[in-house]
């Protein structure tokens, strides 16, 4: 017989069994990142982990489906494979690499939970995803890394191989063009043999740059100086000998090695000059304040924007002469130095490169050379 307390009792454990699907949902929403969309992939639910990570509001989100945040990376074998797992019911865990509204990316370990109808058919997903951003970021500076061991051991190679011998070849092709100095068509062509083997030489030193940096030698470097140095080389090209490189703002000591330094700022004027076909004025504004910087401004066509994301990846170039290897021994040798590398381009305003360096704020210590 039921007693005027059962009733009640059922009361208590569904307030509690709410309680507790609260906690859940609360524990949830706080470490993950959840969306729930229907069968067609719009988004119906979004939680505030969500709309922080993609950069987008709750509104912007609703309604949309995942090709918002979609940054194209992954084949697409890859994202048919995860539909067709979960509309056969069955759930999808993977890595997805996702675009947020401001363009940066970030990466999501992701859950797929598919809800069935009595058909069993699925009549909603649920994603839950946590933000893997940075472990993926540090898996790929290893691969950097150990890819970049190896380029350093096979260019320790070819400079060995091919330095010598070019270096050779271009001995012999000095005494030769002398001694045909007076038969004009053969001097000629032993003038061209030995340009050429120069841009080769030029090239080996180039990849060796990249691939195996020396260890730099940090002390005071004086930044003005530095440029203002470096801009004759710059005009030791006869193609850039017109460009005029103006130089501004104090003589900011920064922490770094003055050698790989210069090696930095002539490749910033060097595809300043070239991006502006050796005609206009390219400016250079240092300034200190946290850290010193080098601003590096050019009136060129600016970078294209699909382009872009390529700039530091060795070996890219647009040129028909080019090395592709400027920008990426630029970032390497700032790496080295505790430095970085950012820019800003469009085809009004031209290209800015911005050069960021500790400062040295211990006085006494001078890597040699200033
Ligand atoms: N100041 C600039 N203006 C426009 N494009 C630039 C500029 N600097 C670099 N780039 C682009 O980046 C590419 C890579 O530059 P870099 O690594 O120095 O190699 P390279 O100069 O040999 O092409 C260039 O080919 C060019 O397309
Ligand atoms: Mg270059």
């Not at 950069?55 to 945040?69: A, M, S, V």
């Amino acid at each position: 017989m039921p007693t005027p307390a059962e009733p009640r009792r059922e009361v208590t454990l569904d307030r509690q069994r709410m309680r507790e699907l609260e906690d859940f949902r609360y524990a949830l929403d706080q470490s993950a990142i959840v969306a729930a969309t229907d069968v067609t992939g719009a988004i119906r639910f979004a939680n505030d982990k969500f709309c922080e990570i993609s950069g987008y509001t709750r509104e912007e989100l609703l309604g949309q489906d995942h090709r918002l945040i979609n940054s194209a990376y992954h084949p697409k074998s890859y994202i048919r494979e995860l539909w067709r797992t979960i509309a056969s019911g069955q759930m999808w865990r993977g890595e997805l690499r996702n675009r947020a509204k401001n363009g940066t990316f970030y990466w999501v370990d992701t859950m797929i939970v598919p809800f069935l109808d009595e058909q069993g058919k699925p009549h909603q997903y649920v994603a839950i995803r946590y933000d893997i951003t940075a472990r993926k970021l540090a898996e790929q500076q290893l691969v950097d890394q150990a890819s970049l061991a190896r380029l350093g051991e096979m260019a320790a190679v070819v400079a060995h191989e091919v330095r010598n011998p070019l270096a050779g070849l271009r001995g012999a092709l000095q005494i030769l063009s002398q001694r045909l100095a007076g038969e004009r068509a053969e001097h000629a062509v032993i003038v061209e043999m030995i340009k050429r083997l120069d841009t080769l030489n030029d090239r080996v030193t180039d990849l060796l740059r990249y691939a195996k940096p020396r260890t730099p030698q940090l002390g005071r470097v004086r930044l003005r100086t530095l440029v203002e140095s470096t801009v004759a080389l710059l005009h030791r090209d006869p193609v850039l000998a017109a460009v005029e490189v103006v130089v501004e703002g104090a003589d900011v000591p920064a922490y770094g090695d003055v050698e790989l330094l210069r090696e930095v700022i002539l490749n910033l004027l060097l595809n300043a000059g070239q991006a502006m076909e050796g005609h206009g004025v390219v400016r250079v504004t240092i300034e200190g304040g946290a850290m010193a910087t080098v601003r590096v401004r050019d009136h060129g066509p600016g970078i294209p924007t699909g382009v872009q994301a390529k700039l530091f990846e060795p070996f890219f170039t647009t040129k028909r002469a080019g090395t592709g290897l400027g920008l990426a021994i630029v970032r390497r040798l700032l790496e080295l130095q505790h430095g970085t590398v950012t820019f800003e381009s469009s085809s009004s305003q031209g290209t800015h490169v911005l050069v960021t360096l500790p400062l040295d704020v211990g006085g006494g210590r001078s890597s040699g050379g200033q």
